[in-house]
């Protein structure tokens, strides 16, 4: 698919919680003719990486796995001569999460970066911050309330982090996100540990629902507490996760939890890939 000029433009956006900045990416004319959002989970071992393709066109992709095996999955994704990515977000700096970002700057053109403030000094964080030097891409810093609208239908909303994220453990940092299109959402919240989670619920209660859930931390009994699942109240949910990995993830306590409620569930390491499309009303899985 041949990418269409960009504009970026600033505007302010009133709407219940949300008094924010919000940078929009506008196209000349539609880029297809498709009116579903795609949303797909890569299979990229012990790790996240999600790419979104939304109706007009734009795409975004929410952290890269370990290692460069995520070009695999969004040649697959976007096809091999499409060398553009609207926006790429790293939610948080650690090595499953970042690894392969480095590689995707390296043979993507990237339009905008977002990611918090926190502070690695890993390899994979000093690779990632010279790429995104090379690229000189549009930069941005998360914070809670902002709202980016990806052409004329979908929005994300950021509900975390808040405050100055610098020093704190890099799974607390984590950028929360929901995606929206029309009455389908989408929530992504990285390695958010269940604390926060709680927190959320408390700010935002009934604002959080979803139709599809990224259980936080791979499933880890760390993150998705009862509080979360029944503030966001999926009908999906993604476990990101290498197939039999060390750290035992998902655990049971947590698909417990989920298995509860009668929440539909897809794990990358046994089901590869995990894509789900929206038309803006409902949401089903491919």
Known sequence: MEKMDRENVRILIVGGLFLV?????????????????????????????IYIETPDGYDMLVDAGVDSGVL?????????????????????????????LPD???????????????????PSATALAAAVKTEKSTHFLAE???????????????LSPTGDETNWESNNASIAMRIVYGDTAIMLT?????????HLVELYGTQLKGDVLKLGH??????????WLDAVAPRFAVVSA?????YGHPHQEVMQRVFARNIQTSHTGTD???????????????
């Not at 590869?272 to 491919?286: A, C, K, L, N, P």
């Open 21 to 49: 900045t919000a940078f929009v990416w506008w196209p000349s004319a539609a880029s297809t003719q498709c009116a579903c959002l795609r949303i797909s989970f890569l299979d990229v071992g012990q790790g996240d990486a």
């Open 72 to 100: 695999r999955e969004l040649g697959a994704e976007m096809g091999w001569r499409d060398r553009y990515i609207d926006l790429v977000v790293a939610t948080h700096p650690d090595q499953d999460h970042i690894g392969g």
């Open 104 to 122: 995707v700057f390296d043979r993507y053109e990237v339009g905008t970066f977002l990611e918090t403030t926190n502070v690695n000094n890993t």
């Open 144 to 158: 809670a309330g902002q709202v980016i609208e990806l052409g004329a239908h979908v929005y994300l909303q950021i």
């Open 190 to 198: 990285g390695d958010l540990p269940a604390e926060i989670e709680n």
């Open 218 to 227: 791979h499933g880890s009994k760390t993150s998705t507490s009862e509080a």
């Open 242 to 246: 290498g197939l039999d990995n060390r």
């Open 272 to 286: 590869g890939t995990v894509t789900f499309y929206s038309d803006g009303q409902t949401i089903w899985r491919e």
